[in-house]
């Protein structure tokens, strides 16, 4: 089983605005990347969230996600990860991570991915373009317990260096999976795409 989190707890200092909440679409980037989630193949989706909670929970509204709430989202990623890991359902084989300022990425490249893993049973799977490493990226839950234990620092990098020989790579068709937005300028050029 493929579940998949979101990871929608930051403040988005750099951006000035709540980047969880920026129009894209007709939607909100939170709800762009849930719908995203859900017409994928994931079988699940935990919404990781943290400041303005209760905000992020309005936008995503009545979708069917299972929310994990982050009190430690100031401590960076990796305490999202390690929460929504927290929430994954008992039958959960594989994690995919997906970034709340990535809503357009859809579901074919969610799904090109876990045809990726399919066919190639590694560990890790990650998306690429250009020969650059992008996401969203698949992982084994049998690493779960290095998830747990990883270096806040260093976040996934850690897990993805330490099982360099089982990644697999897949090249997105588009430079979507490097495109995030952390900053005015970034979501500026996300529009006029």
């Not at 089983?1 to 909440?21: H, P, T």
């Not at 007709?26 to 209760?54: M, Y």
């Not at 709340?100 to 998306?127: F, H, K, S, T, W």
């Amino acid at each position: 089983m493929f579940s998949a989190v979101l990871l929608a707890a930051g403040e988005s200092r750099r951006m000035g605005e709540f980047k969880q909440l920026l129009p894209f679409g007709g939607k909100t980037f939170v709800a762009c990347c849930v719908d995203n989630l859900l017409a994928s193949r994931v079988s699940e989706v935990i919404v990781v969230t943290g400041h303005r909670q209760a905000d992020v929970r309005n936008a995503v509204g009545a979708r069917a996600v299972t929310f994990a709430h982050n009190e430690e989202f100031r401590s960076g990623m990796s305490s999202s990860i390690k929460r929504g890991l927290q929430s994954l359902s008992p039958s959960a084989r594989v994690l995919i991570v997906a970034l709340v300022d990535q809503p357009q990425i859809g579901p074919a490249v969610i799904n090109q991915v876990i045809e990726a893993y399919e066919r190639e049973r590694p560990l890790i799977v990650v998306p690429t373009y250009d020969g650059r490493n992008g996401h969203p990226i698949a992982i084994d839950l049998s690493l779960k317990e290095e998830i747990k234990a990883m270096d806040p620092n260093r976040g996934l990098r850690q897990v993805v260096e330490a099982h360099k020989e089982s990644v697999a790579y897949t090249e997105a068709a588009s430079e979507a999976v490097l495109i995030d937005c952390d900053l005015p300028e970034d979501y500026r050029r996300l529009l006029n795409k």
